[in-house]
C-alpha cells in the first residue's frame, strides 16, 4: 500500500466496505458507498480535462458531501483546496487565483459570490454545486448529484507518494497561503499517530489495526465540531478515524450550539471530537453544567476523547470536563506547518499548567544564533519542527526559505511560535511572534496576558494586543467580553491579573465588548481586537 490519501481510503474501502464511513443526520454512507461516489466524482473530474496536480476548491460547510468531494479529487490524483467559506469575493478571488483553482465545489448559497468574481478566474472551467436548502444557483453549473450520476466509476489509479497534499493557511499572519506537503510524508506521519507505539508503519500495520477494532466493535466515531476548511477539523476530526476504518459525523456548522453538539455525541455515540481550545470547550462545559443543574444532564458515555490544537485550552477547562467525562484530552501544539507537541490529560493524569506541552522528538527550540535552547535556561527561542515538514508554501519561495530551514543538516519547520524549555524538557509556549508585543524593550505574548485574564471569574473571553505609546513603544491593551450573568470590574480584573503577571506584562486597559471576534474556527481576530482597541483610545 502506497502511503497516499486515495490509496489508505480504498484499501479501508475494501476492509471494511459495509461499516460507517460517513453520517450526517439522516444520511449514512458505508466505506463501499464512499468509495463509488468518490470514483464517479474523480471520473467528473477527469473529464472536465483535470490531470494529477489540478487544484479543486472546496467552498462549503461540513457535510458528507464535501467529504466525498475531496475523495474524489485524491482519487484523479489532484490537490483539494479549502476554501474559508467566511470570505467575501475579493478574498475569494485571491485565493482561487493564488491556488490556479481549475474546479471547484461549491454550496449554493455562496453562488452569488462566485458569480461577481468568475470572469477573473480563467482557469475555473467547472462549477459542481452542492443542494443546501437555499435558492442559490449558478448559471452552468453542474450539480454534485448529476456529477455522480452521470458518470461511471473512475478506475484506480497508479498513485504517487510525491503527489501534493495542500492545506492553505487562515491568513491570521498575512493573505493565506498553501503548505504544501508529500502525500506520502503527510499520510504516513498522520496514519502512524494512531496506529500505537508498537505498531509497523506500514500498510500492513494499517490493515490489521483496521480489522482488529473492527473485530472488537470499537471503530472510532469521530465527530468534527470545528470547520473541514481549517485543519483541526480536518485532520483531528475525519483523517485520524477513517485511517482506522472509523465513520465521520458532521454537521452543517454555521452556528455553534453546545446542546446540539452533545446531543449528536449521546446519538450517534461518538467516540472522539475535535475541537479549537476554550473557544469551543468552555460553551461544552457551560452546556454540561446547565443540564446538569436542570435535572437533564447529557449523555457522555460514549465519549472517549476530546482532540484539539491551534488555540489555548485551560486548565480550569479541562478539569471542568473531567468532572463529567472519563476522558482523554489531547491538546495537540501544532500548525498547518507540522506537528510540536502535545499534552495528554485524563482522571488519573490531571492537568497541569496551561501552554505545557511535551515535545516531540523531532522537536527543538532555537535561538536567533540557530543555537539549541538548553532546559531550564529561561531563553526564549522559536520552536522547530523536524518531523515530516511540508515541501514549502505553494508559489512563494521566498517565504519557504524562510521558514523551512536546515540545522546541521536536518530540516525544519519554523512555524513563527516561541517558547521556553522547561528542566524537565517540556515547552513552555508564548505564542506566535507575529503579535508579539513590544513594550518599552520587553516582549509581551498576548496568550500568556489572555490565559490570566480569562482565569478571572467574570472573563469568558480576551483577546490582548499593543496600542502605541510614546513613552514605551507599545502599551499592551485588553479587550474582553464578559461571562454570562456577570459584570466586568475593570480595576478588579487588573487587580487579579497583577498576582498572576509581571507588572510589564499587565494590561493598561481592559475595554468591555458584547462578544471577543474569533474566526469559526475559534482562531483570535487580533486585527478586529487592535482596531477596537484603538478606537477605545482616539
Sequence with gaps: MKWHFAEVFETVADLVPESPALINGDVRRSWREYEDRAARIAAGLAAAGLRPDSKVGLYGYNSNEYLEAQFGVFKVRAVPVNVNYRYVEHELLYLLDNADAEAIVFDAQFAPRLAAIRDQLPKLKLFIQLDDGSDGHLPGAVSFESLISGHDRLPRQDY???????????????????????????TLGLGAAGLGPDAPRTGEGLKAAVLALKADGASPVSLAACPLMHGTGLWLGVFTAHFLGGAAVTFRN???????????????????????????????????RRAQAAGTPHDVSSLKQ?????????????????????????????STEGSMGSSVVSRDLPPGDTARFVRNP??????????????????????????????????????????????????????????????????ILLGRGSVCINTGGEKVFPEEVEEALKAHDSVWDALVVGVPDERFGERVTAVVSARPGHVIDEPAVIAFARHRLAGY?????????DTVRRAANGKADYKWAKDTALQDIT
Design 362 to 427: 523531532t522537536t527543538k527550540v532555537f535561538n536567533e544564533q540557530d543555537q539549541e535552547v538548553q532546559p531550564g535556561s529561561d531563553e526564549i527561542g522559536m520552536i522547530a519542527n523536524g518531523g515530516f515538514a511540508p515541501i514549502g508554501y505553494f508559489k512563494d519561495p521566498e517565504k519557504s526559505a524562510r521558514t523551512f530551514r536546515v540545522i546541521d543538516g536536518q530540516r525544519y519547520s519554523f512555524p513563527g511560535d516561541f517558547a521556553k524549555v522547561a528542566a524537565d524538557g517540556s515547552l
Design 160 to 186: 504517487s507518494e510525491d503527489d501534493i497534499y495542500m492545506l492553505y493557511t487562515g491568513g491570521t499572519t498575512g493573505m493565506p497561503k498553501g503548505v504544501m506537503y508529500r502525500q506520502g510524508d503527510f
Design 505 to 513: 506584562k499587565m494590561p493598561r486597559r481592559v475595554i468591555v465588548v
Design 306 to 334: 476530546i482532540i484539539s490544537s491551534g488555540v489555548m485550552f485551560s486548565t480550569e477547562v479541562k478539569r471542568g470536563l473531567l468532572e463529567f467525562a472519563d476522558i482523554m484530552i489531547l491538546d495537540a501544539m501544532g
Design 254 to 288: 454555521e452556528h455553534f450550539d453546545p446542546d446540539f453538539l452533545w446531543s449528536l455525541i449521546a446519538r450517534e455515540k461518538v467516540s472522539s471530537v475535535a475541537i479549537v481550545g476554550d473557544a469551543f470547550a468552555k460553551p461544552m462545559l457551560a452546556a454540561l
